[in-house]
């Protein structure tokens, strides 16, 4: 019920826009997330972004990576700019609505050095 797409590969100092749509049966979106997982490591979250505005992001992207949404469309974007090859993982996004929470597929994104 995500889809999450704009994933590819990316030389280091690059950027990536990725991009995840909510079909039309979920509703009540609350806040929206983007998470990781790189090879060999436990996921771990990126950036969120509540529909009241508030945005939060990992130390490790500050500056570099910008979430966005478009909540009509029921979509929410990170813009990676300046990426490195530790950025190399499959990104998920998330919606927690107020009926539960529903994820992604991921989208892989590989950074060469």
């Known amino acids: 019920q995500l889809q999450a797409s704009g994933g590819g590969l990316v030389q280091a100092g690059g950027s990536l826009r990725l991009s995840c749509r909510a079909s039309?049966?979920?509703?009540?979106?609350?806040?929206m997330r983007w998470s990781r997982q790189a090879p060999g490591k436990e996921r771990e979250w990126v950036a969120d972004?509540?529909?009241?505005?508030?945005?939060n992001y990992a130390d490790f992207v500050k500056g570099r990576f910008t979430i966005s949404t478009d909540r009509a469309k029921k979509t929410v974007d990170l813009q990676m700019n300046s990426l490195e090859p530790e950025d190399t993982a499959v990104y998920y996004c998330?919606?927690?609505?107020?009926?539960?929470?529903?994820w992604g597929q991921g989208t892989l994104v590989t950074v060469s050095s």
């Open positions: 998330d919606m927690t609505t107020v009926y539960g929470v529903y």
């Open positions: 039309g049966s979920i509703t009540g979106i609350k806040a």
């Open positions: 972004i509540t529909t009241s505005g508030n945005i």
